[in-house]
């Protein structure tokens, strides 16, 4: 039973596809219809069971236009920390390190506007910063947006720091894992090539297995009904993914690195930065060149044997090392208001 739970867990990170659209701050068409295919009930159920264990439940709240749906864990007692999934991702990409948080923290993780279950209106703005801004009517609504610890992967990064930026008397810290961005110096694949990304959609049989490699270091070995039902369901949604990448690709022509680094510039919270060593769509070299633009960020932590998705490849290692980090950034208080406080 061990091994199975592992193997589904491992397939479940291919449903989000996060890691191969993080191009730093795209806009791509929104339509009223959220989900191409019906996942197989196997995994359907397995992601009950997965909440379950992480002591997350799943909870809907609407927010004017928008019917967000998200998990939820964790005493509101305790710190609130808001967990942002990549693009084309989904809540519960984060159930296995929410799985660390909860027992100490308040654990609020949405599927993001037009992914998921997260219901939008036909034409709806998914530019980086309409969503960071739905995020906070979302955060003030469920009463979480004072003190706000938030964490953001891949795409997910970029609004975590659009967010930290431009509320910075509300947020406590930022944890930027394989952070989305216009890097300078940093050779990432998509900014020699954007249209390489369209090599990591799953369109035909066999394209699984390629796609994995890229994502991950150590891709697993996946019973064939498993993978079979995995490869089908993103092949079925390969249209809509091509469109979105499309739109990345014209959107990412319109910033620059100068942009990128004056808002990163501008962020006040102490920042973790965590990156898988062998990431092969985000070169792990751009971990330095944020660490070189935030104020108050730490050494970046680099992770051996692991790609682009450190959540779903070593969720223990990730939360051994953000909580940590969540125990003292707690203590500090907002540099803004606290001007003993010395910023780098």
């Known amino acids: 039973m061990k091994g199975l739970h592992s193997t589904i867990c491992y397939i479940l990170k291919l449903g989000c596809l996060s890691g191969l659209l993080m191009v730093g701050l795209p806009s791509f068409a929104a339509n009223n219809t959220q989900s191409t295919s019906i996942t197989p009930p196997i995994l359907q159920n397995y992601l009950i069971q997965e ?20 998990n939820e864990g964790g005493s509101r007692a305790n710190p609130s920390i808001l967990l942002i999934h990549g693009l084309a991702g989904n809540r519960d990409n984060w159930n296995r390190v929410a799985h660390f948080l909860t ?29 960071t801004d739905q995020l906070r009517q979302f955060a003030e609504k469920i009463d979480i947006e004072d003190k706000l610890n938030i964490a953001g992967h891949s795409l997910g990064g970029s609004i975590a720091t659009v967010y930290a930026a431009q509320y910075p008397f509300d947020t406590q810290s930022l944890f930027l894992l394989n952070s989305a961005g216009i890097y300078r110096h940093a050779a990432t694949p998509y900014t020699k090539n954007p249209y390489s990304l369209k090599q990591l959609i799953v369109s ?18 996946l019973p064939f009904k ?13 249209d809509q993914t091509s469109k979105m990448i499309d739109q990345v690709i014209t959107m990412n022509r319109i910033y620059t690195p100068d942009s990128f680094a004056r808002l990163t510039k501008s962020v006040e919270a102490p920042t973790l930065i965590l990156w898988g060593k062998q990431d092969k769509i985000i070169n792990v070299a751009a971990a330095n060149e944020l660490k070189s633009l935030l104020k108050r960020a730490e050494a970046p932590v680099i992770l051996n044997n692991v790609g682009h998705m450190p959540l779903l490849e070593a969720e223990q290692e990730v939360a051994d090392h953000y909580l940590p980090f969540l125990a003292k950034s707690q203590k500090f208080k907002n540099p803004l208001t606290d001007r003993l406080i010395p910023l780098n």
């Open 204 to 221: 035909k049989p066999g394209d699984l297995d390629e796609v994995m490699h890229q994502l991950m270091q150590n891709p697993p070995v």
């Open 226 to 238: 498993l993978k079979q039902a995995q490869e089908k369901q993103l092949i079925s949604q390969a």
């Open 103 to 131: 027992p100490y923290y308040h654990v609020i993780i949405p599927d993001l506007p037009s992914n998921g279950d997260t219901k939008v209106p036909v034409n709806f703005d998914n530019s980086v910063p309409n969503v």
């Open 51 to 70: 909440r379950k264990i992480a002591g997350l439940t799943t909870k809907t709240v609407q927010v004017g236009k928008v019917t967000w749906s998200y």
